[in-house]
């Protein structure tokens, strides 16, 4: 695996820009994980560009040239953007304080005319040349890029937008690392080295081992980012140990993960060998990199290792125990067992010291008269870099030294290896809330939504985003802000748990019991406890729990009770008022007792998968009990034999509704109408739900609605349009319905769904009113025969996925407006017949619609784009299309029709060459071809090479040099039979021997 050096060239003048938007842009590109060549003129030596920085630009994916006022004053500058010109990657220009004319009419805009008039004057480049600049300024400006104009000025937007484009360019959603990268570059170049050692096409395992807290899965997610671009697909599953130690089928929630990341498609996962069975059938073709985080168990390995893996693939797995690594490593042919591990060391005492600096002054050493109490304190961490980060962040801003003195003495007292007496201190500077929240975290709430964690909160007082937000700042906790979840370090998981064990030996006198077995005990014991504010009870997959409600009723302080594979027998008991969230996955009634007491429950989530849930409503609504009036979140996924939902107008504060799969369901209550705080409602698999009630038009703060399966449903009611609140809405898979209702002006709604509307034979003309939806996905629409012209007013749209549409002949003209589309997916069956002009943004075209051979052996497969720049195809991985096999084939004719200058014309035969790739490797390449006016073909018979590689290609891609080609029309013939005999026709492939087809296939 050969690693590019740099993903971007970044060309500017130095005088315009290098203390503003050129330095802006390196800063927020490498902090993303993109290696950036910066071009400097304090780097430049004499006139001429060297060998290095025309390698440079000839090897980078990305350039970038900044276009300012004195751009064109320097011959520098011309000369890189004349060779940007040349090569073949992707170039984004950015005006910054000119306009895309000055550029492209260097002679007659003064701007650029004066800087011209310039170089002719003092003649010291010669005529050619200074044309050869012109040319390349006018071929570079007519690409789509970015001007400051189009922000308004604001450059921290400009910044973001070219951000965005690069990473969609390299594919590259970078990990999120450690903000202060101390010692990890030569630990990355290492790892690499281990994953690259005399290795050709095989897939290699490294382990990086080490001690808890040494940073192994920052080097993992920093090591990542550096090469996953160099591969098919990615996918880090982080956390191994934890999602699957006492998880049922956790495993096989990470063999899901692991296929939807590779494969971009969502699998269901029986169980670990059904898992199995699905990777090594899907997964062999592709050339990987995946990373495994916190291994303890060869069965981890087993489960989720590299044996179905493509050719090239990577794996990294990250474990404190070596012996896990033994059986992958000596599998390896290509190496022994220590050859594949990287031993992770602690850092040396001045990385550390520049660490700790970092957290604790904001800079790389610390304050002269911190100096000494600094490094005695980094002498205690042991080169641990979680220690040094969280004793630096407690530190940071302390500037009574009586503080750090304390903190001294503390850590000094402890051993070396005691990485929890260091990290408490950080745990004995919160306040009382900010510690609640700590513990609630490390025991119980790891990966749960922080929206229902803060409504929990929020109901004790606990001032949630106030503090939460504060652990964050603190380094204790951290938020997946894509998910939108909470996670904590392992190491802070465990000092948090060992702080509550800490309360007492006794289970039933501590705040917390997260133990299954603990949490049995202190139950069955039947004694008071007091002490308990939250508890999680759970059997096993092969052992159900059995409570009496005796037992419950002892918790009287009791805030969060989780039960799971659980059943309570004898005769109901009140609960704990103060009782907050209830947890039931396995409830076995057919609904909850009058007997208890809920009315201050916040939350409530009785969903289950594993086990059948017999819940058929959610209380007897004729029965005495007090209402659960604050009741925020309520959660009753998979009930399938829930008929009904309650009368919802006393529940009016809820937030967020979860009824996925609930397919007893045939109606919502009218009521739902009142729940105007509602921002979540899931009623996906619902497919026995017959209508949505006209009330749904009321709930003025939903924000995401997903029904993406309800069979049952015909229309959409009339009010459905006034959810002007929606930012994501799933209405995949209404199988029934023809029509959607009209969308209103002031929908602020970013992504939408319609895949699978089988009966939907047009989109609403005010559907152009969506100005801010970035995403649609309209997959399987079968019976869709066009797109409204009004489908051009979607600005925003950056994502656009129109699969199985066969019925779509066309897209309306107004589809070239579509500035900010960046990825397009047009495949499987699609009858399109050409595509609209002007994809100025485009980065990612997928036109797999090949489809099967007629009867008679004639099929055209084939795309028209007009007046298209063939390289700007380059924006999009060379314009390619997919190959299915046919056993029967005779002969092909690979044909394109061009639009060409006639200057080029002569020289065409240079500059366009096919090549017939597999697996991501290249086995066939032809340069020359036959030419036919504005045609070029080429054409191969039976026992020509290339029909083998075209039974075996999966891609055919082609490739233009020159910029002032445009391609029209291309496409694939396959035939079975020869039609007539005709003239010989010579052609040559890449090694330079030629053959002689005495057989002409028609291609007319």
């Known amino acids: 695996m050969q690693k590019k050096k740099y993903h971007v060239f970044l060309s500017f003048r130095s005088k315009d820009t290098r203390q503003n938007i050129a330095d802006h842009l390196f800063e927020s590109l490498s902090a993303a994980g993109v290696r950036v060549f910066l071009d400097s003129e304090r780097l430049r030596k004499g006139e001429d560009i060297g060998l290095s920085l025309k390698e440079a630009i000839q090897g980078t994916d990305i350039h970038i040239p900044i276009f300012s006022p004195n751009y064109a004053k320097s011959a520098w500058c011309l000369k890189e953007v004349t060779e940007m010109s040349r090569s073949k990657g992707l ?432 139950l069955q014991n039947r004694r008071e406890l007091d002490c308990v504010e939250s508890i999680s009870v759970s059997g096993s997959k092969q052992s159900i729990v059995v409570l009496e409600a005796e037992d419950l009723r002892s918790m009287r302080n009791v805030h969060l009770i989780w039960l799971d594979r659980t059943n309570i027998g004898g005769d109901p008991q009140p609960l704990s008022l103060n009782l907050r969230w209830l947890r039931w996955n396995s409830c076995p009634w057919s609904c909850l007792p009058s007997e208890w007491s809920m009315e201050h429950l916040v939350v409530l989530d009785l969903s289950t998968r594993q086990t059948l849930s017999h819940l058929n409503q959610l209380w007897d609504e004729h029965a005495a009990y007090k209402k659960p009036k604050n009741l925020r979140v309520l959660l009753l996924g998979w009930c399938v034999n829930l008929k009904r939902l309650p009368d919802l107008s006393n529940y009016t504060s ?115 009113e969506l100005r801010c939806l970035n995403y649609l996905e309209m997959n399987e629409c079968s019976s869709l025969s066009h797109l409204p012209k009004e489908f051009g007013n979607l600005e925003s749209i950056n994502e656009l996925f129109v699969n199985g549409c066969p019925c779509l002949q066309g897209l309306p003209e107004s589809f070239g407006k579509l500035t900010n589309l960046t990825t397009l997916e047009l495949k499987n069956d699609v009858s399109l017949i050409g595509l609209p002009q002007h994809f100025s943004r485009l980065r990612s075209l997928d036109m797999s619609f090949i489809q099967e051979f007629s009867a008679n052996g004639m099929k055209l497969e084939s795309f028209q784009v007009q007046d298209q720049d063939l390289e700007s195809f380059n924006f999009i991985d060379m314009f390619s299309f997919p190959l299915r096999r046919n056993s029967r084939c005779a002969g092909a004719v690979l044909f394109f029709d061009l639009k060409i200058s006639r200057e080029i014309h002569n020289a065409l035969a240079s500059l366009m060459e096919i090549a017939l790739m597999k697996d991501g490797e290249e086995i066939f390449r032809a340069k ?29 891609s082609i490739q233009g040099r020159g910029k002032e080609i445009h391609i029209k029309e291309g496409g694939l013939r396959i035939y079975r039979k020869i039609l007539e005999p005709s003239p010989p026709i010579i052609h040559t492939i890449e090694n330079g021997t030629s053959e002689i087809n005495k057989e002409k296939i028609e291609y007319n």
């Open 91 to 522: 170039i984004i220009p950015l005006f910054y304080g000119v306009e895309p004319a000055d550029v492209k009419y260097p002679d007659q805009r003064p701007m650029y005319a004066d800087a011209f008039n310039a170089h002719d004057l003092n003649r010291r480049h010669k005529p050619e040349t200074v044309s050869e600049w012109k040319n390349a300024l006018r071929f570079v400006s007519s690409l789509s890029g970015w001007s400051i104009n189009t922000t308004s000025g604001y450059e921290g937007k400009l910044v973001k937008r070219v951000l965005s484009d690069v990473l969609n360019t390299l594919n590259n959603v970078p990990l999120d690392v450690t903000k202060y990268a101390v010692g990890l570059k030569e630990r990355i170049d290492d790892v690499v080295d281990l994953l690259t050692k005399g290795v050709t096409g095989r897939v290699v395992t490294v382990g990086i081992w080490g001690t808890g807290g040494v940073g192994k899965t920052t080097l993992a997610k920093a090591v990542y980012n550096n090469i996953f671009c160099n591969f098919d697909a990615a996918s880090f599953v982080s956390d191994v140990r934890a999602n699957t130690e006492h998880r049922i089928n956790g495993l096989c929630k990470l063999q899901r993960q692991l296929l939807r990341d590779l494969l971009k498609t969502e699998f269901r996962v029986n169980n670990i060998d059904h898992g199995k069975a699905i990777m090594k059938e899907h997964l062999q073709s592709i050339r990987a990199l995946v990373i495994l985080d916190d291994v303890d168990h060869r069965k981890q390995l087993e489960t989720l290792g590299a044996e179905w893996l493509g050719a090239g693939s990577k794996v990294i797995v990250t474990t404190r125990d070596k012996s896990v690594l033994n059986t992958s490593a000596a599998e390896d042919e290509v190496s022994e067992t220590d050859d594949r591990v990287y031993t992770l060391h602690e850092l040396e005492k001045n990385e550390a010291l520049q660490l700790f600096s970092w957290h604790a002054f904001l800079k790389a050493y610390p304050d002269k008269d911190y100096e000494q109490l600094s490094k005695r304190i980094v002498n205690t961490c042991c080169g641990l870099p979680l220690s040094l980060e969280v004793l630096g962040t407690v530190l940071y801003n302390r500037k009574d030294k009586r503080c750090w003195k304390e903190a001294v003495s503390q850590l000094e007292s402890a051993r070396c290896d005691d990485i929890y007496r260091s990290l408490k201190i950080s745990y004995e500077n919160l306040n009382l809330q900010e510690k609640e929240l700590f513990l609630d975290i490390a025991c119980f709430f790891i990966g749960q939504d922080q929206e229902t964690a803060i409504s929990f909160w929020e109901d004790l007082n606990l001032n949630p985003h106030l503090n939460l937000s504060n652990l964050v700042l603190k380094s204790l906790v951290k938020i997946d802000n894509k998910q939108e979840i909470i996670l904590m370090h392992d190491h802070l998981r465990d000092m948090g748990r060992a702080i509550v064990a800490d309360e007492s030996r006794d289970p039933a006198k501590r705040s917390r019991v997260w133990r299954a077995n603990e949490a049995y005990q202190a």
């Open 654 to 768: 809820l937030l967020r509704i979860d009824l996925k799969n609930c397919s007893g369901l045939r109606k919502l209550p009218e009521s739902i109408g009142l729940l105007l705080q509602l921002k979540y409602l899931n009623l996906s698999g619902c497919k026995n739900l017959e209508e949505l009630p006209e009330s749904i038009g009321e709930l003025s703060s939903l924000e995401n609605l997903s029904m993406n399966g309800c069979l049952s449903i015909r229309k959409l009611p009339s009010t459905f349009g006034m959810l002007r609140a929606l930012k994501d809405l799933d209405i995949g898979h209404l199988e029934q319905i023809q029509e959607l209702p009209p969308f209103e002006t002031d929908w602020w709604l970013k992504k939408l769904i319609i895949s699978g509307c089988h009966r939907l034979r047009s989109l609403p003309t005010s559907i152009g």
């Open 928 to 956: 020359e071809f036959i030419q036919k006016d504005e045609q070029f073909m080429f054409i191969f018979r039976a026992k020509h090479p290339v029909i083998v590689a075209l039974q075996n290609a999966q891609r055919v």
